[in-house]
């Protein structure tokens, strides 16, 4: 990848001309109309960002610290399954990337490399996992353990699935598994073996969270949470923190955008937890206003494919790098030495 790409826009882009179509695709694609998808994003241009001045705040400082993991920018990469079929690499190049950026990365369950590989592939790298807890509890410990020995920090648990989104792109392209001599590497029992199917089940519930809690000392944060009520039994659970997202728009259609969502969870939550978000970020203001309205930090699935795509592990760090540089300058047109100083009042709907 040798063209200047000064946009995330700009990698989907180079990313839609190298993919396969079904593949692209599969990334692009969500649930029904996919009305989400597009909400996600529209809903940050109706945000404008308003801007204190004479401030004398210097170069800011954007780094955080989330469940004990320092990054360097409020920019996590989110789970995201199926890498190899951006880059053959996968996941390997996503986590060199991420640590070259001092930043987490969150491990899919349906990695296409297996979460023991990721780690090996960068020493470096902070690791969260993210789980789908699975009916057969004995094979959900199983993954628990795996993640820890692998040295993941946290676990992500994905609570929006009790089915599989209905995405109609998939569908038109025939698209249901993947292709020959890739696999979904952590559903392998005991890293061998036949590969397990993801089982998106309506029988999960608050009880199995309870559950994840007694089998592991690692923090649990709930990724998928868009309702204040589940927001504060969340608490009740003992949660270490709140994931908003409605899953890119791929699980259920019509569900409201996650930053229209995101401040009603804040205040349920009343600062207890940290509170993370996605969906709909292509620009460093995007994350600016996010966290204005109260995440701690946000994490982005598609633009880390995008660069994934354009130019692997290459690709990865300049859409990292350019995230950064964004939110960096955002803030000091804003103003601000740090995120720890945006507030409500800096966000203006259009």
């Not at 705040?57 to 780094?63: F, Q, T």
């Not at 987490?104 to 807890?133: H, K, R």
């Not at 969906?279 to 994934?308: C, E």
């Amino acid at each position: 990848m040798t063209a200047v790409l000064p946009a995330i826009r700009d990698f989907e882009a180079a990313a839609r001309d190298r993919l396969d179509p079904t593949h692209y695709d599969y990334f692009a694609g969500g649930a029904g109309d996919e009305l989400t998808v597009r909400a996600n994003e529209a809903a940050f241009a109706r945000l404008a960002l308003l801007p204190r001045v004479l401030r004398g705040a210097g170069s800011p400082r954007i780094g955080v610290t989330l469940l004990g993991s320092r990054t360097a920018m409020p920019v996590l990469v989110a789970p995201t399954a199926f890498h190899r079929l951006a880059d053959p690499e996968g996941e390997k190049a996503t986590a060199r990337a991420a640590a070259a950026a001092e930043t987490i990365m969150i491990v899919s369950m349906a990695a296409t490399v297996a979460v023991e590989d990721v780690a090996a592939a960068a020493p470096g790298a902070t690791l969260w996992f993210q789980l789908y807890v699975q009916p057969d509890m004995a094979f959900t410990e199983a993954l628990v353990r795996r993640a820890e020995k692998a040295g993941c920090a946290a676990l992500v648990v994905t609570v929006d699935s009790p089915a599989r989104g209905r995405r109609d792109r998939d569908v038109r392209n025939g698209f249901d598994d993947l292709p020959a001599g890739m696999r979904c590497e952590n559903l392998c029992d005991g890293g061998a073996g036949p590969v397990r199917p993801i089982v998106m089940s309506p029988v999960i519930s608050w009880e199995h969270v309870d559950m994840l809690r007694r089998m592991t000392r690692l923090p649990i944060v709930l990724k998928g949470v868009t309702h204040p009520a589940d927001a504060r039994l969340a608490l009740d659970h003992g949660v270490s923190a709140l994931y908003v997202s409605n899953h890119g728009g791929r699980q259920l259609d019509t569900v409201p955008a996650t930053v229209d969502l995101l401040p009603e969870i804040v205040a349920a939550v009343g600062g207890a937890v940290p509170v993370l978000m996605d969906g709909g970020i292509r620009r460093g203001t995007d994350v600016i206003k996010a966290m204005a309205l109260g995440a701690s930090a946000v994490a982005v699935g598609r633009p880390v494919i995008w660069g994934l795509a354009a130019g692997g592990e290459c690709g990865v760090a300049r859409v990292l790098g350019l995230l950064r540089d964004e939110v960096e300058h955002a803030l000091t047109l804003c103003g601000l030495a740090s995120p720890q100083d945006l507030e409500p009042g800096l966000v203006w709907r259009c």
